[in-house]
């Protein structure tokens, strides 16, 4: 049985291909039409998952789609009757839900030549979350939660999976969101686009919870666990918040209303300077968040008497929060899958289809290196096409077919000090580069981050960089013990351990470390113990490839990112550029 999982009409656009309960190939939209958190129908990614799989869409036997129109349609119309919002929300809603059927249409207007003669399936939102985070777990008993901004009228959904079965025990509804809140602070402290809202968790260290009280009159817990937000201060529930998707990148209106503003103070526009209110903000913000967080994941503990948590949703990348809940609940693993956000939806709907059909949980995501990857006669081909260019750039190119010399001359680079973009195997799954679309830098050196941001990323200075750490010596260096393979928590690093690796050390000297394992990335694995053997520490600083675009997909734009920035090294697969000087 051939399943095509998509994520679709909203950010992050992805597509996935399960055959027979097991996940063959996964991407987002974004990493073929080079703009961020694309969204509307991600034709490129379904492509390659075709291809990867080697079918045609003649052989997809369903079609699961991360959305169901008419989930929770009475709660819809009694919103609508009682709330009796701008008729412009009205409109907008509606258009939507026309955007966002025809899929058969779609299929025949980007796959001409290739009848789709499946089943088209619509499941929940965050039915698709619940299912993306418990069901490729290696869990077979485990407390499951989603908090995001909306999706199918609902922000956040709970349950418990139990080994092949998953239960969902409460939700919370539009216009209540952790997301939205999270968003709209985002916005007012002047991070306008989608998806900024790590700039938030960034900067909160820097600051202190000061407005936490303040916060507390917008966002109130409720003993089940649940929360409502105190709507005064947005303005997604009464009027049309402009948000535009369907020609590529999503734009989202601001979203927070006058009253936040009389209540915190005029906002902060993107070109004002940072200033300690809006340290002591960020701080309040998250603090807000980690609150109805636990509040909300412990209320599902005791219900359900798991240790084991699976999370998805946008909320779920708040990596803070999660490294902290061994730490603060009785949950003792965490697991939170690569692509934990909307991209994420295309393969829970892709398994929640694969259980109706009577499917068994097999499969376990404990990588996440399903995306393309290129031989190496593609990569000796573009070189070859690129020369002339190289030679002009002064740049040297060594084809090392031994995997240890390869890695030990990279380890040297790094350990001199060298930015490396390594382009590795299959490119991830989900917002982070793990090893295979990376550069890779020396976390000893105290001025590396301003050297990155110098040479290559260009982004603001309060923001950390992380670290890929050998998984055997995470417990010499946190303080916690943990697999985190999708760089989806942070932990605070040792403090005698902080001195030594000041790149990756956040101002509150925590990390948001990536575990390496040789079962899963056995040559990115090799390069880390190259480093240690030359340094005595076991990572390397890790950050993605790519200059304020999304992560390179094909060699084509690692080589060109590494062209056009002030990069020392590529190694792609086995092939080692090396400039000589700055062009």
């Known amino acids: 049985m051939i399943i095509l999982g998509l994520n679709a009409f909203h950010g992050d656009s992805a597509a996935c291909i399960v055959r027979d309960g097991v996940l063959i190939a996964a991407a987002e939209e974004e990493r073929f039409r080079r703009l961020k958190h694309w969204a509307g129908f991600p034709a490129q990614a379904i492509a390659y998952c075709l291809k990867e799989a080697g079918v045609a869409l003649g052989d997809v036997d369903h079609l699961a789609i991360n959305q169901n129109n008419s989930a929770h349609l009475w709660r819809k119309v009694l919103f609508m009757v009682g709330r009796r919002p701008n008729p412009a929300l009205i409109r907008q809603k509606l258009r939507f839900r026309a955007e966002r059927s025809g899929i058969d249409v779609l299929l025949r207007q980007e796959f001409p030549g290739q009848a789709f003669a499946g089943q088209i399936h619509q499941v929940e939102h965050h039915l698709c979350h619940l299912y993306s985070a418990y069901y490729v777990s290696a869990f077979e008993d485990a407390a499951v939660v989603s908090v995001d901004g909306f999706g199918d009228f609902a922000s956040a959904a709970w349950g418990h999976g139990q080994r092949d079965s998953l239960r969902v025990d409460g939700q919370v509804f539009f216009p209540h969101s952790l997301g939205v809140f999270y968003q709209a602070f985002t916005q007012y402290l002047g991070f306008p686009h989608y998806g900024d809202e790590y700039k938030v968790m960034g900067l909160a260290p820097y600051g202190a919870p000061s407005l936490l009280a303040q916060l507390r009159q917008i966002v109130e817990l409720k003993s089940d666990g649940s929360f409502t937000l105190n709507l005064r201060y947005f303005r997604h529930h009464i009027e049309e918040v402009p948000f535009h998707w369907m020609s590529g990148s999503p734009d989202v209106g601001e979203n927070f209303s006058p009253a936040l503003e009389a209540l915190l103070g005029p906002r902060r526009r993107p070109d004002e300077a940072l200033e300690q209110r809006h340290f002591d903000l960020a701080r309040s913000v998250q603090a807000m968040y980690e609150e109805a967080f636990f509040n909300l994941i412990d209320a599902v ?283």
């Open 301 to 583: 503990q005791r219900r359900t008497g798991a240790t084991d948590l699976a999370l998805a949703g946008g909320c779920a990348a708040n990596s803070v929060a999660n490294g902290k809940v061994r730490r603060q609940t009785r949950f003792r693993r965490v697991y939170v899958q690569s692509a934990a956000g909307d991209a994420g939806g295309a393969i829970g709907a892709a398994f929640a289809v694969w259980q109706r059909q009577g499917g068994k949980r097999s499969f376990r995501m404990d990588h996440a290196y399903w995306g393309p990857h290129f031989d190496a006669a593609e990569i000796a081909q573009l070189v070859a096409a690129r020369r002339a260019q190289l030679d002009a750039s002064l740049c040297r190119t060594t084809t090392i077919a031994e995997e240890a010399e390869l890695c030990q001359r990279t380890a040297r680079h790094i350990a001199d000090g060298k930015v490396v973009g390594w382009f590795q195997g299959r490119m991830e799954w989900g917002p982070r580069a793990l090893g295979n679309r990376s550069i890779v830098c020396d976390p000893r050196r105290a001025d590396m981050k301003d050297i990155l941001n110098a040479k290559i990323k260009r982004r603001e200075s309060f923001r950390p960089f992380a670290p890929s750490v050998l998984e055997h010596e995470v417990t010499n260096w946190f303080e916690e013990d943990d697999a985190v393979p999708f760089m989806m928590q942070v932990f605070q690093i040792r403090e005698d351990k902080r001195p030594r690796i000041p790149a990756v050390t956040h101002v509150d000297g925590s990390g948001r470390l990536q575990t390496v394992s040789a079962a899963t990335n056995p040559r990115y694995h090799r390069l880390i113990e190259e480093f240690f053997a030359l340094s005595g520490v076991p990572m390397v600083l890790n950050t993605s490839f790519n200059e304020n675009e999304p992560v390179v997909c094909r060699p084509e734009e690692a080589l060109e990112c590494f062209l056009r920035t002030r990069m020392d090294v590529l190694v792609l697969g086995d092939v080692m550029i090396e400039r000589q000087s700055e062009a």
